[in-house]
């Protein structure tokens, strides 16, 4: 089945250390995006990916970066994970843009981040 | 500022019953909105979705009604299981901007 992937599922860190989290897909999907969120909370639009074209948050700290190697994986990078950062990741992919309205975004099982 | 809202935060109904989950939205020029469920530990699973064009869409035991008279859609689910129990989140694109907006959530637990 074509689907969105996410390596690892749980993922621990010690606070500072640089931690990338990765997400593949098999559904030939133009965009990928990456969300933050945290307990009892709505997804949280960090970035995405229009091909090769990279949009971020205003809001997004500087602390998180993404790279796309080629239309199949994104990686989200923390350089410097602080406690703060503790939450679930969430990769989604779409054909187009979702807010065009004429294409559904599908999200991948999620990373979840612990920072110690 | 834009919004899109859930109602409830938590609903509980008896297996079996039918469940109506509601969320509101306060842009008129939202043409495009889409349920999620989430269950615990997993990421958001598309349910279905409805564009401005349609008042009714209907799945697998799951219904979306869409008033964009008042700006307010929901969710109905039919007979409702134990696996239904998750977190419902209506999503829809913010007006001019590229992103989606997502509600609150509404924690559905099933009662036996």
């Known amino acids: 089945d074509a689907m969105v992937i996410q390596n690892p599922r749980y993922q621990v860190t010690q606070f500072g250390k640089p931690v990338t989290l990765s997400c593949s897909q098999t559904?030939?999907?133009?965009?990928m995006y990456w969300y933050q969120q945290k307990s009892s909370q709505a997804p949280k639009l960090l970035f995405h990916?229009?091909?090769?074209?990279?949009?971020n948050e205003a809001d997004t700290p500087d602390n998180f970066q993404s790279r796309r190697p080629n239309t199949s994986f994104c990686f989200l990078d923390i350089r410097s994970p602080g406690l703060g950062d503790a939450a679930m990741y969430l990769c989604?992919?779409?054909?187009?843009?979702?807010?065009?309205?004429?294409?559904?975004?599908?999200f991948g099982p999620g990373t979840r981040l612990t920072v110690l | 500022g834009e919004s899109v809202g859930l109602h409830l935060p938590t609903l509980s109904v008896q297996e079996g019953d039918n469940s109506i989950i509601n969320c509101a939205y306060s842009?008129?020029?939202?043409?495009?909105f889409i349920w999620y469920k989430q269950e615990s530990g997993k990421g958001p699973q598309f349910i279905i979705d409805?564009?401005?064009?349609?008042d009714k869409r209907q799945g697998q035991r799951v219904t979306v009604l869409l008033n964009k008279t008042v700006k307010h859609l929901s969710l109905q689910i039919a007979a409702t299981q134990p696996g239904d129990s998750a977190v419902y989140f209506c999503?829809?694109?913010?007006?001019?901007?590229?992103?989606?907006?997502f509600g609150q959530g509404t924690r559905l637990t099933i009662n036996p």
């Open positions: 989604a992919t779409s054909r187009d843009h979702v807010w065009g309205g004429t294409d559904t975004q599908y």
């Open positions: 559904l030939n999907h133009n965009v």
């Open positions: 990916y229009y091909d090769k074209d990279f949009n």
């Open positions: 842009n008129s020029a939202s043409d495009y």
């Open positions: 409805i564009r401005s064009n349609m």
């Open positions: 999503a829809g694109p913010m007006v001019g901007a590229q992103k989606l907006v």
